[in-house]
């Protein structure tokens, strides 16, 4: 619903808490969603690359921290703006940390296109995988599927 139909309905005597719902529902649409995903499978199964992706609203004025939480290392990054769909290969390259059992940790600090600030922490906790023994998935688009099921094992 636009904001224009909202204020017709507030103006034609409509329910106040209609038009607080479609607010709320624009705001969600517009709010941008980010999430971490392997990429560059190497042979014996495992990633070695992480991208950060969105799949919401455009995000603007993006300030990316990456810290490797066992040595204490850190990249800032900064892009003008993601849009919905679109990816940020992020430079640190996962393997030391995987070998090490370390965590990656990524804040990130943006705008949606209204100009509301929003802050997600994204981390992967090699050391937790390793102690459960869970394996990683594979995750792809549906475009590339693995013929048979891929076991992909953390390999310390």
Known sequence: MS??????????GGSRGVAKSSIKQIEEMVRPSLSLIPKDYLMRGDFSTLVLQNTGGVAKDVYIDITIA???EKQLLFAPAIDKDHVVLLPREVTEARKTNGTIKVNVE???????????????DFGKLTREGRNLAFVGSTMFTPSEPMKIRLIN
């Not at 904001?3 to 034609?12: E, T």
């Open 3 to 12: 904001v224009a139909a909202i204020v017709m309905l507030w103006n034609a």
């Open 110 to 124: 943006m705008l949606d296109s209204h100009g509301r600030n929003y802050t997600e922490k994204l981390l992967v």
């Open 70 to 72: 066992d040595s204490g």
